[in-house]
């Protein structure tokens, strides 16, 4: 079975999330944990968890991605901006204890004026701040489209953080479709390719979810923007290679293409369609 969502808002909260999933055919989801662009978390309702949990279990939902907000940046050269992220990330991960063994995904920020060196060590820095033995979450780096300065536009700066994490068994990677076709990896000509340079730096034993998107911009642009499913550059039929690939067919992937909900629905039934059992 294809296992597939797309972002939901917690605004309405946790079992509305699940209620919201199910209604569009998906049998899981992403949220995030905040504000994308505000600091303050929401108050956790344990009831209101627990309802979601349930929903979930009965449901045989596949695991559920929570992402971190776009405010914090990891790799910033201000130490304040760094501290104010580890706070944030370390507070993310406390609260995802209520939703026991699910996925938390970051991106690991832009380097802006230090140089991509400096910033990896303060990626891995902060994740070995923050990581604890006895969480259940396993937090995802994202695969980045290499805009800016941004961090984790390449496999390898990617393989360098993990190498860094002491607590490496609580680490993955989250692999954004638009993002590495932005930042140069062909997945749409040569996906076995990309699969296998994966592999060969950073092992496909860390690749743990895909954000499955497609790209309002060709190949290579580092631009960072998403287009519905069909709609972009990658294209409908790259897409349905990618979600029936054997060595990624059986990972969740998450939606976050720019459409409403219904748009959302009809994404998931075409891709239901396409995916060979
Ligand atoms: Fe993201
Ligand atoms: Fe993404
Ligand atoms: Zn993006």
């Not at 937090?139 to 390898?156: D, H, N």
């Not at 993002?179 to 990309?194: Q, R």
């Given at each position: 079975?294809?296992?597939?969502?797309?972002?939901?808002?917690?605004?309405?909260?946790?079992?509305?999330?699940?209620?919201?999933?199910?209604?569009?055919?998906?049998?899981?989801?992403?949220?995030?944990?905040?504000?994308?662009?505000?600091?303050?978390?929401?108050?956790?309702?344990?009831?209101?968890?627990?309802?979601?949990?349930?929903?979930?279990?009965?449901?045989?939902?596949?695991?559920?991605?929570?992402?971190?907000?776009?405010?914090?940046?990891?790799?910033?050269?201000?130490?304040?901006?760094?501290?104010?992220?580890?706070?944030?990330?370390a507070d993310d991960l406390n609260r995802m204890e209520?939703?026991?063994?699910?996925?938390?995904?970051?991106?690991?920020?832009?380097?802006?004026?230090?140089?991509?060196?400096?910033?990896?060590?303060?990626?891995?820095?902060?994740?070995?701040?923050?990581?604890?033995?006895?969480q259940?979450?396993?937090?995802?780096?994202?695969?980045?489209?290499?805009?800016?300065?941004?961090?984790?536009?390449?496999?390898?700066?990617?393989?360098?953080?993990?190498?860094?994490?002491?607590?490496?068994?609580?680490?993955?990677?989250?692999?954004?479709?638009?993002?590495?076709?932005?930042?140069?990896?062909?997945?749409?000509?040569?996906?076995?390719?990309?699969?296998?340079?994966?592999?060969?730096?950073?092992?496909?034993?860390?690749?743990?979810?895909?954000?499955?998107?497609?790209?309002?911009?060709?190949?290579?642009?580092?631009?960072?923007?998403?287009?519905?499913?069909?709609?972009?550059?990658?294209?409908?039929?790259?897409?349905?290679?990618?979600?029936?690939?054997?060595?990624?067919?059986?990972?969740?992937?998450?939606?976050?293409?720019?459409?409403?909900?219904?748009?959302?629905?009809?994404?998931?039934?075409?891709?239901?369609?396409?995916?060979?059992?």
């Amino acid at each position: 079975m294809l296992n597939i969502g797309c972002h939901l808002s917690v605004s309405k909260g946790y079992e509305e999330m699940g209620k919201e999933a199910l209604k569009i055919g998906a049998n899981t989801f992403q949220f995030f944990t905040r504000n994308p662009r505000g600091s303050k978390a929401k108050e956790i309702d344990p009831n209101d968890v627990e309802a979601l949990l349930k929903l979930a279990k009965e449901n045989k939902f596949a695991t559920i991605l929570a992402h971190a907000p776009y405010t914090i940046n990891p790799c910033s050269a201000d130490e304040k901006t760094r501290k104010f992220s580890i706070e944030v990330i370390a507070d993310d991960l406390n609260r995802m204890e209520y939703l026991p063994n699910s996925f938390y995904n970051f991106h690991p920020g832009s380097h802006v004026k230090q140089g991509v060196e400096v910033g990896i060590i303060y990626i891995i820095n902060t994740l070995n701040t923050i990581l604890k033995p006895e969480q259940t979450t396993t937090v995802l780096l994202e695969t980045m489209s290499g805009k800016g300065t941004e961090v984790g536009k390449t496999f390898e700066e990617l393989k360098q953080i993990l190498d860094g994490v002491i607590l490496s068994e609580k680490m993955g990677v989250c692999l954004d479709t638009c993002h590495v076709y932005d930042a140069g990896y062909d997945i749409v000509n040569d996906l076995d390719g990309v699969i296998a340079e994966f592999d060969r730096i950073i092992g496909l034993d860390k690749l743990l979810a895909i954000h499955l998107n497609d790209s309002k911009n060709p190949f290579e642009s580092h631009k960072d923007r998403h287009e519905k499913i069909g709609e972009g550059f990658i294209g409908k039929e790259a897409v349905i290679r990618i979600i029936n690939h054997p060595k990624l067919r059986h990972l969740p992937f998450y939606l976050e293409t720019p459409i409403e909900l219904e748009g959302h629905a009809e994404e998931i039934a075409l891709l239901r369609e396409a995916y060979k059992d």
